[in-house]
T-cell receptor, first 110, second 113 residues
Framework: QKEVEQNSGPLSVPEGAIASLNCTYS??????FFWYRQYSGKSPELIMF????GDKEDGRFTAQLNKASQYVSLLIRDSQPSDSATYLC??????????FGAGTRLFVKA | GAGVSQSPSNKVTEKGKDVELRCDPI?????LYWYRQSLGQGLEFLIY????????KSGLPSDRFSAERTGGSVSTLTIQRTQQEDSAVYLC???????????FGPGTRLLVL
């Protein structure tokens, strides 16, 4: 069974620190990787996607992909209280079926 | 442009009743997904539609659940003989094609008494 694993947290970081969120996946054939943010009571919204090994930066967010080790991570620099949310890792396993992890709850302390 | 819309936003029903949940995807998106999210849990995949292809129903939890997508646009998720364990938020998402970024609707919060 294809799986996507995330530490449920909560991950607590002080304001201004770097938050590091990790995700592992089981299907080596996976091609596309996504990070979604979900505020409490709201729907998920896309933060970043990454297809190739290495780093991809967008503002304060950096996604890192290592296909050999089957992990993808999200770094949030200069964390703000408004970043407090659940972060969902999603993997497209081919056949257009996306598997979501259970999410990591992030709490940024002011 | 308009995003994904879902209706109703909230639904309270009695155990054993049937319910219909509606999803209107972003215009032009060929892929449509239904997920279920219980309180404090991750997203549970239910069903996926891609264009005119046969839907991927592998996530439907029982034969009480069914979904249709008419004319490649609006989709309806039907739950027959609802049970209390069906209580959850039902999220719909669409994407340009399968495998791309998914855009989520606001969800329907279903409570089965």
């Amino acid at each position: 069974q294809k799986e996507v694993e995330q530490n449920s947290g909560p991950l607590s970081v002080p304001e201004g620190a770097i938050a590091s969120l990790n995700c592992t996946y089981s299907d080596r054939g996976s091609q596309s990787f996504f990070w979604y943010r979900q505020y409490s009571g709201k729907s998920p919204e896309l933060i970043m996607f990454i297809y190739s090994n290495g780093d991809k930066e967008d503002g304060r967010f950096t996604a890192q992909l290592n296909k050999a080790s089957q992990y993808v991570s999200l770094l949030i620099r200069d964390s703000q209280p408004s970043d407090s949310a659940t972060y969902l890792c999603a993997v497209d396993t081919g056949g257009f079926k996306t598997i979501f992890g259970a999410g990591t709850r992030l709490f940024v302390k002011a | 442009g308009a995003g994904v819309s879902q209706s109703p936003s909230n639904k309270v029903t009695e155990k054993g009743k049937d319910v219909e949940l509606r999803c209107d995807p972003i215009s032009g998106h060929t892929a449509l997904y239904w997920y279920r999210q219980s309180l404090g849990q991750g997203l549970e995949f239910l069903i996926y539609f891609q264009g005119n292809s046969a839907p991927d129903k592998s996530g439907l939890p029982s034969d009480r659940f069914s979904a249709e997508r008419t004319g490649g646009s609006v989709s309806t998720l039907t739950i027959q003989r609802t049970q209390q364990e069906d209580s959850a938020v039902y999220l719909c998402a669409s994407s340009g094609t399968g495998g791309e970024t998914q855009y989520f609707g606001p969800g329907t919060r279903l409570l089965v008494l």
